[in-house]
């Protein structure tokens, strides 16, 4: 059963623009990550926020989490061509528990 | 450092072949897991590992048999292949499972059933 949903399902912007994605959960979780995929490849690791974070940064992402929510949402800034793929995130209930993936968001950058 | 590498890249296989995926990582990872990726599905967990000789099922682990005899190798093998498996594998290692650490992903093996 899907833990994270991811919103919205497609995402279409223009370059230099900001890009933001959100993903809601079901249960208490350890961390939440995203990832990103590129066609045809696989999936490469973004971003880790734990559960008593409340924001990330690495480099043009920005990523928040809200427990009482049970939200999160991944903000790129200054969007690019490259960055069109996409994105995930992954929850686990517990740290026992394997990592489970919602059903993605595409984003599009148009140069 | 290779990563996770996984073969083949591309498969077809006839309704009721067997066949064995391979992966293999190098990073000493105790973690590793096989997902399958299908359209409008996202990613769901087949199998996972985390130790040799130790494994588990996830959600959808009808159809699929794995082992792990090393640490470096986890194959998941189709018994009788169905249409129904045809999709992308993706198999993923992480250092240390019990804080869900990072997934490190190879790049798929695009499998179709006929």
């Known amino acids: 059963s899907q833990q994270g949903e991811e919103d919205p399902q497609a995402l279409s912007i223009q370059e230099g623009e900001n890009a933001t994605m959100n993903c809601s959960y079901k249960t208490s979780i350890n961390n939440l990550q995203w990832y990103r995929q590129n066609s045809g490849r696989g999936l490469v690791h973004l971003i880790l926020?734990?559960?008593?974070?409340r924001e990330k940064h690495s480099g043009r992402l920005r990523v928040t989490l809200d427990t009482s929510k049970k939200s999160s949402s991944l903000l790129i800034t200054a969007s690019r061509a490259a960055d069109t793929a996409s994105y995930f995130c992954?929850?686990?209930?517990?740290?026992?528990?394997?990592?489970?993936f919602g059903k993605g968001t595409r984003l599009s950058v148009i140069a | 450092n290779a990563g996770v590498t996984q073969t083949p890249k591309f498969q077809v296989l006839k309704t009721g072949q067997s066949m064995t995926l391979q992966c293999a990582q190098d990073?000493?990872?105790?973690?590793m897991s096989w997902y399958r990726q299908d359209p409008g599905m996202g990613l769901r967990l087949i199998h996972y590992?985390?130790?040799?000789?130790?494994?588990d099922q996830g959600e959808v682990p009808n159809g699929y048999n794995v082992s792990r005899s090393t640490t470096e190798d986890f194959p998941l093998r189709l018994l009788s292949a169905a249409p129904s498996q045809t999709s992308v594998y993706f198999c993923?290692?992480?250092?240390?499972?019990?804080?869900?650490?990072?997934?490190?992903f190879g790049s798929g093996t695009q499998l179709s059933v006929l």
């Open positions: 992954a929850t686990a209930p517990s740290g026992n528990t394997p990592l489970v």
């Open positions: 590992s985390v130790g040799a000789g130790i494994t």
């Open positions: 990073m000493n990872h105790e973690y």
């Open positions: 993923a290692s992480s250092y240390d499972y019990r804080d869900n650490e990072k997934l490190f």
């Open positions: 926020i734990r559960s008593n974070e």
